[in-house]
């Protein structure tokens, strides 16, 4: 059956397809949907992890318990999931084992241009690359059987733009596979040192077989022109376009690299490009091949993505009419209006940011839609590295703090003088998702209690994963399938590992939040804020009508402006609320100090 589907609706039908057993998955934008797509589809065990890492382990269980497993990640997920990842492919397999990471060049919903590719060189794991929907099935199908026949794990990688593009796939039907039977083997499985020394050699041989087999995952276009293009991925559907007479070797496993279809390829043509995102990997190999002439970032930027306009640009000198801008076209990348991103109307993390700004804390961030608290006109936010580091960051600025107080003193005392540090550091909160919370923030909360901090969290509990679309969380009370199943409570867990100072607050209630953080920040002690409301967006939050400005009572004093709504929209005449965004949640009325804004008629 022919369907029209996103590349990762497809990776998900070709895994179905290959029998698949259990899929384990952390949600992760442009990866979230293979996993969701999955979900809908019978014969299949899926699940939401608490994060990458766990979601492996449990796909790496039941590969060796003879399974066939996926495990579906972004690439910033990847490096969460490598510690596990590293050693599977030394301990290899039972059932077809493979992991689906999408890698996202450009940098649209990630923190890092992160080049997947490295990963697969470093743990020795075959990997292989589509570049439309129609390969993303067949290659999600060959990747189980690859995974099988050389007793490796194997990386199926995407990107954003063959992750989210729409093209046609000739839909199948599922083919169970029955279950491996397992047997015990402690010399494959168990990874000591003594077992870890003998499966190293069994990876180096496996890599040497995987170089020829790379060879019959490569297809060769337009033979015989004078210029050469090495490609793969979504940078094969540009070449094609932008070079529509070059000869093109175009690579569907990109480790390890087919050596003799390279040299054999580059042995054609008068002048070799490399065409690829991101870092030269491709470029690299090929010279230390000893290929001379090739080129890659020569012409093509490793910042970001490709695309037809920019290889053209690159290579050419020159751009489409369509894509000309300034007097040419009568155009300006100027007259675009900025839309910078925004909290939505409603969010509860708006009045979580309003406070932090207000008293002027210094702030450790995290991922997720709440690092829009960096963000006009709140700027609430200091740092934002990673998932789960607002905590143990928030920890290492107190003891850092501690620390140089401690000296001051001691010099101090003999006599030395006083430091010339920070007189007035402000008070430091780590904010954090409930989500991101239970991927990996739990682990820094321990490590406060246990080595004596005194930092502030607050978890912004939202009731849901958010910023990747709504996915269920342990938090939450539901699985992926929407089953019930026992929610944690944030609170206990908190008392739990020894945080005694944990209060629940509505972060929509301004003055007593705002009391609670001042109460927090001037404990002695770690503590724990949750602020508790659902997000928004949720079918069951229901806020009612939208409220209004009343023109008649408004100051134009710009003080609802503060909250960074953006349904508030100042004018020519003053304020007024676009009813079409407005959630109805009353928060902007707070500012004003007229009774301006109120509810509209139900």
């Known amino acids: 059956m022919l369907k029209l589907l996103l590349g990762n609706e497809a990776v998900a039908q070709g895994a179905w397809e290959a029998g698949v057993h259990v899929v384990s998955s952390y949600p992760g934008t442009p990866s979230t949907e293979i996993t969701e797509t999955l979900a809908k589809m019978s014969g299949v065990y899926c699940e939401w992890s608490p994060n990458e890492k766990v979601s492996a382990e449990v796909a790496i269980g039941a590969a060796i318990g003879g399974g066939r497993a996926m495990c579906c990640m972004k690439h910033v997920g990847l490096n969460v999931a490598a510690d ?20 996202d060049p450009g940098l649209f919903s990630s923190q890092n241009d992160q080049d997947s590719r490295f990963y697969a060189l470093s743990a020795h794991v075959p990997m292989l690359e589509p570049s439309d929907s129609a390969e993303c099935l067949e290659y999600a199908k060959k990747a189980f059987e690859l995974s099988e026949k050389y007793d490796t794990p194997v990386i199926l990688r995407l990107t954003t733009r063959v992750s989210h593009s ?77 070079f529509p007479e070059a000869s093109v070797l175009k690579l569907g496993m990109i480790y390890p690299l087919p050596e003799k279809a390279i040299r054999d390829f580059a042995a054609t043509v008068e002048e070799l490009l490399v065409v690829e995102e991101l870092e030269p990997y491709i470029e690299n190999f090929v010279r230390q091949l000893g290929i001379t002439g090739v080129e890659g970032k020569k012409y093509f930027t490793p910042l970001g993505e490709l695309g037809t306009e920019k290889i053209r640009q690159a290579y050419y000198g020159t751009v489409t009419p369509a894509a000309k801008t ?94 010339d540090g920070e007189d007035n550091v402000p008070g430091t909160v780590a904010v954090i998702g409930d989500s991101t919370f239970m991927h990996s923030g739990i682990t820094g909360l321990v490590n406060i209690v246990y080595n004596k901090g005194a930092s502030t969290v607050i978890i912004l509990d939202n009731s849901i994963t958010g910023m990747t679309g709504h996915q269920q969380n342990p938090t939450t009370g539901k699985t992926i399938r929407m ?120």
């Open 84 to 103: 596990p990842l590293f050693t599977s492919s030394y301990a290899g397999v039972n059932g077809g084992l493979v992991f689906a990471v999408a890698d």
């Open 326 to 419: 300034g007097e040419e076209s009568g155009l300006s990348p100027d007259d675009a209006p900025m839309r910078p991103p925004t909290l939505c109307p409603g969010c509860p993390h708006r009045g979580v940011f309003y406070t932090l700004s207000q008293l002027k804390l210094r702030v450790t961030g995290d991922i997720g839609c709440y690092t829009l608290g960096a963000a006009a006109p709140y700027k609430a936010m200091d740092a934002c590295i990673c998932m789960g580091a607002s905590i143990g960051m928030s920890h290492g600025m107190e003891k850092a703090e501690a620390a140089a107080r401690a000296e001051a003193a001691a010099a101090e005392g003999a006599g030395a003088g006083t430091s």
């Open 166 to 242: 729409r093209s046609p796939v000739e839909a199948g039907e599922r083919t169970p596979v029955p279950k491996k039977p397992y047997k015990k083997d402690i010399q494959k499985y168990v990874m000591m040192p003594g077992m870890a020394k003998k499966r190293q050699a069994v990876v180096k041989e496996r890599d040497r077989i995987l170089t020829e087999t790379a060879n019959e995952w490569t297809r060769l276009e337009n033979p015989g022109r004078k210029l050469g293009i090495i490609t793969s991925g979504i940078c094969y559907q540009y070449v094609k376009e932008v």
């Open 483 to 602: 089953e019930d199943t026992y929610p944690v409570d944030l609170t206990l867990l908190c008392k739990s590992v020894g945080v005694n100072r944990v209060r629940v607050e509505d972060p929509f209630d301004l003055k007593k939040f705002r009391k609670a953080v001042q109460e927090e920040i001037a404990a002695p002690e770690p503590s724990v804020i949750i602020a508790q409301r659902p997000c928004a967006l949720l079918k069951g939050v229901k806020y009612g009508a939208p409220v209004f400005i009343d023109t008649e009572k408004c100051r134009k004093c710009g003080a609802c402006m503060r909250v960074g709504c953006p349904a508030i929209i100042k004018g020519e005449s003053g304020m007024r609320i676009d009813r079409s965004l407005c959630a109805g949640c009353e928060f902007c009325s707070q500012m004003c100090a007229f009774g301006a804004i109120r509810k509209e008629a139900e």
